[in-house]
Nanobody, 114 residues
Framework: VQLQASGGGLVQPGGSLTLSCAASGTISRFKTIGWYRQAPGKQRDLVATISRGIGTNYADSVKGRFTISRDNAKDTVNLQMSSLKPEDTAVYYC?????????WGQGTLVTVSS
């Protein structure tokens, strides 16, 4: 399984950015797919996931600002981020679970700064 994250960059506070994760193979086969993030000096935390039979799950800190979606035709999962805050600055990692095994992408850096 390979997960390729893209879309990170520098954005001003209040701005928007969309991350994309391209998965090898059919994305619908994953039990869970989504995003985690790790800020400097902090642990890696859940941002948002989509799970089969459960639906979407968001960290409280991003509810109402971030939207996760899955494009089965392109085998990608996207994270639309709006109203970005400096505290959203982190490396964002694509994550997936298949057959009870966790897989991670290489991460993409999002910097929210004026």
């Amino acid at each position: 399984v390979q997960l390729q994250a893209s879309g990170g960059g520098l954005v001003q506070p209040g701005g928007s950015l969309t991350l994309s994760c391209a998965a090898s193979g059919t994305i619908s086969r994953f039990k869970t797919i989504g995003w985690y993030r790790q800020a400097p000096g902090k642990q890696r935390d859940l941002v948002a996931t989509i799970s089969r039979g459960i639906g979407t799950n968001y960290a409280d800190s991003v509810k109402g600002r971030f939207t996760i979606s899955r494009d089965n035709a392109k085998d990608t999962v996207n994270l639309q981020m709006s109203s970005l805050k400096p505290e959203d600055t982190a490396v964002y990692y694509c994550y997936a679970v298949l057959d009870r095994v966790d897989y991670w992408g290489q991460g993409t850096l999002v910097t929210v700064s004026s």
